[in-house]
């Protein structure tokens, strides 16, 4: 079920960190168009009702561009890291260049396919989808874990807020499933 406009402010109330104003339709157009993504439903209804905020862990919306860039193209990056220092490949990228510097253009271009994750919190992302009830995953290079089945279900495990109810089967995430 869609993260609702009340549930949202319910889980932002309960939170232990301090809460902003939310993001208005200019500011979710802006940080949209600037990155080249769309947050998902449900990420979009959180960060209408409240931006969190209080330590470095929580995205700043409204801060540096440079670090929300950081943080957006980590998940890549770390993908790209295993690729060139830990010998990552998938078979479904096709044959691995024997040269470090190809291998990496294969991956880059095959990476550019999967949808961005965007940061919900720390290593936490939500992906940029435009479906409701997706994941949360934690993205550490190619060490990917499902951290919620819907972002309510995130909250309320790593958070203590609210209930959320596992989903029976969680929606996959292209790409970044394959990685669970």
Do not use: C
Not at 52 to 67: E, K, N, T, V
Not at 68 to 91: H, K, M, Q, R, Y
């Amino acid at each position: 079920m869609p993260l609702t406009q009340a549930v949202a402010h319910q889980l932002l109330r309960a939170l232990p960190s301090p809460v902003g104003p939310g993001l208005t339709g200019d500011e979710f157009r802006t940080i949209e168009t600037w990155f080249g993504f769309r947050f998902n439903p449900d990420h979009r209804t959180l960060l209408a009702a409240g931006v969190p905020g209080g330590d470095r862990h929580w995205p700043d919306w409204r801060g540096s561009p440079a670090l929300l860039g950081e943080a957006l193209s980590a998940p890549i990056e770390g993908v790209l890291f295993d690729v060139e220092e830990n010998d990552f490949w998938l078979t479904s990228w096709g044959i691995k260049p024997s040269s470090t510097d190809k291998a990496i253009g294969v991956a880059r271009r095959a990476l550019a396919q999967a949808p961005v994750l965007v940061p919900v919190h720390g290593h936490r992302y939500a992906p940029a989808l435009d479906l409701a009830d997706l994941p949360v995953l934690s993205v550490m290079q190619t060490d990917v874990v499902r951290y919620g089945d819907t972002l309510a279900d995130y909250f309320h495990r790593e958070f203590g807020v609210g209930t959320a109810e596992p989903l029976s089967s969680p929606k996959p995430v292209p790409f970044w499933s394959t990685l669970l």
